[in-house]
Nanobody, 111 residues
Framework: QVHLMESGGGLVRAGGSLRLSCTASGNIDSFNVMGWYRQAPGRGREFVATITSELITTYADSVKGRFTISRDNAKNAAYLLMNSLKPEDTAVYYC?????WGQGTQVTVSP
């Protein structure tokens, strides 16, 4: 099992930026996928972005061009840089490592 520690959430105005961080520890496979998902109030969890250990990235259409996922394999860490934030980006953001999930970090975007 992998333990995930997220940080970087907070309150920001529309148009602003935030950078989320996630560090994995425990049973780390060399080949893996780290990602970010989010859950807004009253909605199900939705995919945001993923990045493989080979640095192949995928994004949800709703965040393409605004969010950038990256990682540091030496630190077993992944990051999500969120620019041009919108109120509809408000959600709890969860980090994933293969099938393991973090506790989540709140991102709130005010109008």
């Amino acid at each position: 099992q992998v333990h995930l520690m997220e940080s970087g959430g907070g309150l920001v105005r529309a148009g602003g930026s935030l950078r989320l961080s996630c560090t994995a520890s425990g049973n780390i496979d060399s080949f893996n996928v780290m990602g970010w998902y989010r859950q807004a109030p009253g909605r199900g969890r939705e995919f945001v972005a993923t990045i493989t250990s080979e640095l192949i990235t995928t994004y949800a259409d709703s965040v393409k061009g605004r969010f950038t996922i990256s990682r540091d394999n030496a630190k077993n860490a992944a990051y999500l840089l969120m620019n041009s934030l919108k109120p509809e980006d408000t959600a709890v953001y969860y980090c994933t490592f293969n099938t393991d999930w973090g506790q989540g970090t709140q991102v709130t975007v005010s109008p």
